[in-house]
Structures are given as structure tokens and as C-alpha cells.
């Protein structure tokens, strides 16, 4: 369908100023009171529109980076901008989508754990109300409005925080390994959904994975980082690339995964799917 | 390996519970089973009292404890020690309740804090609270303060190691999603903090309640001996000097009764809350 030369696909033009701006970054965290270096040097940029990718082997940092650019952790050095501004401190415009399945408020029914941070952020109640009805209708979530969250199933979890978090629309939206929990079914469905919901929204996603498939699939452009304390690999466009069934889909997974090998030599590189 | 050819005499095992047998006792529903059984157990007090000619100074029957209860409530003088009972107890919670989320705050936001509250929990909760009693009297003579004193030091370390676990132990998860939607300050501590923590939050104001309710009855009733005025503890003593013995056991039942209403209340305020929203099974 989409023809490696044709920009259909592709984001907005580059020639705007990037979004979100990451040069040479070193994120850690901290442990028995000393800093855990786990990205040592990164830089990309996300323009408006984008889906960029965090790909790499378990403990490279890259969740710790997202929770960085959401501001729930200090840059150790380098600098982080988001539309200019350096001052992180966590806001509904960096909106995260996490993989716990946890993440919902247990005590209000769906539809309130839309409304409730709509309200907090401002909104009307009428405003909330009806925003909260188009993104739970965008996530197919209308029947289940009115449940408590501990009577959904994790792929509906995962829905309700990923409408929670678009119905905030902000300006970029976190996503750190939304779907690492759920079954290879629901997974794929899921996958499917938000590639759907995603371009339709015009979002501007960083999203955290260590499935390769996953990157190459929802991706525009794939961050691909080594073995902690780590840096970037390679920045691969993969922004024409939305049929798996496609060769160049399969050559590009050939590809990140030799990467992902060629870093780690150990047995984690096994684990890519 | 014989054991499947015991007759199940006992309350059924989880097996038998997941497919009840027709027709049996465990098929009825629990409000009339545990009925039948109260009425059994009453029939054979009754019939024990009734035939067995032991002295009606020692035991009284359901009966005459009946006519008791009915008599304390139209003259007023249970119903009034009732409320003088109730009424230190809630003294005691309300002062205690505070006294925890002053600690508690000050053991979330500092070290300092914390360290201070493991330490007087550690110490004082396992003290039987009516072990205080004697200083109280000492301090406080034989007074209302002594005996609110004695609950509130009851109450207060149950709650206070509840709700301090409860803040501990809120999932990460759900507060960065608080922070992460905007919330800051006081309105995280209430929106997400809180509700998050209820579970603990309830089964320390259950627990304290528990705590306040059998340490009143025993301080009233050694004041009870001491002389001192009116509440239920007192009520029993003083029915037992003058050989009352159907108000002695009219006090006793007027305490269970009470203590099972408060229980009743946690219950139901469980059902709306916690278990409704799935954050504590049945």
C-alpha cells in the first residue's frame, strides 16, 4: 500500500521546530543513594506528529528516559526540551500510558477515570463529560463506561488509559511498554488499534518497547539503544512500513535485530520477538 | 486415604463450598442457618435454667433477661448508661482518630517522624490498654478524663500503624498517574493518597473501635468497683452488688449487641467502598 518513496505516510515536514528536543541526555536513577547511569548518551528529536520508538534490551534505560521526559526523574546531564522549555516537572501535557495494569483510579468507574483528570485540568463538567464519551467511543469502550476497573479484562485496562491519556490530548503521549503485560492476541489487537486511533488523532507518541515488531509496525522512526549504560545504536525510519506482511517490513525487523544482537552478545537478545 | 469416607460433619471445605450437596444445611441461605442455630442455642438456655433448678441468683434465663432489657429501656437506666458509655467511647475515638493523622503526616513527610512512630507503636501497642489504667487514675482521679485517656491511648496505635502502612504501600503506579495528570499538595493527599490507602485506612478505624470498645467496658467496670458514675460497666457492678443477676446478663447482651452494630457499620461502609471498587475481597 505505502511505497517507500510515497510521503503519505510520513509526518508532518521536517523544516518546523522539533517537538521535543533530546541532546546527549545521561538519565539514571537513583539506588541506596548513588546514581545508576542507565542511558548514558542520547539525542533525537520528535516532531509534531511523529511516533517515535524507544527499542532496546531489557535494562538499556529507555523506560527510564520516558519517565525522565515525563518528569518523574532529573536528567543527570545533557538537556531535555520540550516546545523550548527545560523545566519538566510532570503535567498532563507529557500524558503517560504505562504498563501496569494498575493505573486506573480502582475507586471510579471508567468513565470517571476519564472525566477526573479532565476536571482537574479545567475542564467543565459537560466539557468532561463529553470528550470523556468520544475518546471512550474512539477506543471501543462505550458498553463499559459505567464499570468499576477490577471488572475489565487487562486489553480493556489498557484501553481505558490509553483513552484516559489521549482525552488529554496532550502534546506528547507517553507510552511505556503499554502492552508488555497483555496476551500475544490482545497484544497484536491492540497494536492494530492504536496504529488506527494514533493516526486518526494526529498524536505525537514516544513509545517505549522491546518488541521489534511492535517498534517497526506503530513506529515512524525507531531510537534503537545498546546495553546500558547506553547509547544510540541507530535512528531507522520506519515511517512507510505498516504491513508486516510486506518484505522491506521483514527486512527491517532483520535489521533491528541484528543490531540488537551485534550490541549483546549475551542471552538476552534471544527474547526479541 | 480413608479420609473421603469420613462423614462431612464439619463446616464444608472449599471443595464442598464450590458445589454446595442439595437439601443439606449448607444449601439454605446463611440468615435463616444462623436464625435456627440462635434459636437453639436460646431454647437449650432456657430449658436449662427452667428444669435444671440451678439458682436464679446464678443464672438468669433468655427470658427473664428479656424482661430485664425491657425494663432498663422503659425505666431508662440502661439506655442511659448505654449513652454514657457511647459517648466516652466516641470522645476517646474522635481525640485518637486525631492523634493518628498527626502522626501519621508527620511520619510521611519526615524521617524523623517515621522513626518516632515505629517506635511508640512498637512500644505501646502491644501494652493491653487497661494496663494504663491505674496511672490514669493516678493522674486523673476517677473521671471521665481518665477513662477517655485510657481509650484514646487504645485507639490510637491500632490506627495510627493501619493507616501509616496503608500511605506506605500505595501502589507507585497510581500516584505518578497522579502527579502525572497534575495533581499537587493537599488535593493528591485527598484524591489519590487517601482512597488509595482506604483499604488499611477502614481496617484501622475497625480494629481501633474494636480496641476502645472492650477497653471501656473493662475500665467501667473496675471503676464500677471503685464507686465511680454510670456507664454500662458500671451498670453490671452494680446490678451484681444487689444480686440483679437478669441485668447483669442484660448489660452483657446490651454490649454484645453494640459491638456487633459497630461491626455491622465497617461492614457495610466496606461493601460501598472497598470491596464495591475491588481493592479488598469478601
Known sequence: ?273 | MQQTATPATGPPDGAARARPRRGGWAALPVAPRRAALLLLILGVWQGYVSLSGVSPLLVSGPADVAAAIYAGIADGRLLAATAITLQVLLSGMVIGMALAAVLTTLASWSRLGDDLLVLLTSMLNPLPAIAILPLAILWFGLSTTALVFVITNAVVWPIAINVSTGFRTVNPTIMAVGRNIGLRGWRIVRDVLIPAALPQIIAGLKTGWAFGWRTIIAAELVFGAAGGQGGLGFFINDARYFLRTPEVFAGLVTIALIGIALDLVFTWIERRTVIRWGMKST
Open chain 1, 1 to 273: 500500500m505505502e511505497l517507500r518513496t510515497s510521503p503519505a505516510d510520513t509526518p508532518a515536514p521536517r523544516t518546523s521546530a522539533p517537538l521535543l528536543d533530546v541532546e546527549h541526555a545521561r538519565v539514571g536513577y537513583e539506588l541506596d543513594g548513588r546514581l545508576q547511569v542507565a542511558v548514558e548518551d542520547v539525542s533525537f528529536a520528535i516532531h509534531p506528529g511523529e511516533h517515535v520508538m524507544l527499542l532496546g534490551p531489557s535494562g538499556c534505560g529507555k523506560s527510564t528516559l520516558l519517565k525522565t521526559i515525563a518528569g518523574f526523574i532529573e536528567p543527570a546531564g545533557g538537556s531535555i526540551r520540550l516546545n523550548g522549555r527545560t523545566d519538566l516537572s510532570p503535567g498532563p501535557d507529557r500524558a503517560v500510558v504505562f504498563q501496569e495494569f494498575d493505573q486506573l483510579f480502582p475507586w471510579f468507574p471508567v468513565e470517571r477515570n476519564l472525566t477526573y483528570p479532565l476536571r482537574v485540568n479545567g475542564r467543565s463538567k459537560a466539557d468532561a463529560a463529553r470528550i470523556a464519551a468520544e475518546y471512550l467511543d474512539l477506543m471501543g469502550l462505550s458498553h463499559a463506561a459505567d464499570r468499576y476497573p477490577h471488572q475489565l479484562s487487562g486489553g480493556m485496562k489498557q484501553r481505558v488509559a490509553i483513552a484516559r491519556a489521549m482525552a488529554l490530548e496532550p502534546v506528547l503521549l507517553l507510552m511505556d511498554e503499554p502492552f508488555g503485560a497483555l496476551d500475544a492476541q490482545t497484544r497484536s489487537r491492540l497494536q492494530r488499534e492504536l496504529h488506527e486511533v494514533a493516526r486518526s488523532a494526529e498524536a505525537t507518541i514516544l513509545f517505549v518497547t522491546h518488541s521489534i515488531q511492535e517498534a517497526v509496525y506503530i513506529g515512524h522512526r525507531v531510537v534503537v539503544l545498546g546495553t546500558p549504560p547506553s547509547t544510540v545504536v541507530e535512528i531507522l525510519d520506519v515511517a512507510h512500513l505498516s504491513d508486516p506482511a510486506a518484505p522491506e517490513f521483514t527486512d527491517a525487523m532483520r535489521h533491528l535485530r541484528s543490531l540488537l544482537s551485534a550490541d549483546d552478545s549475551t542471552a538476552e537478545s534471544a527474547t526479541f520477538e
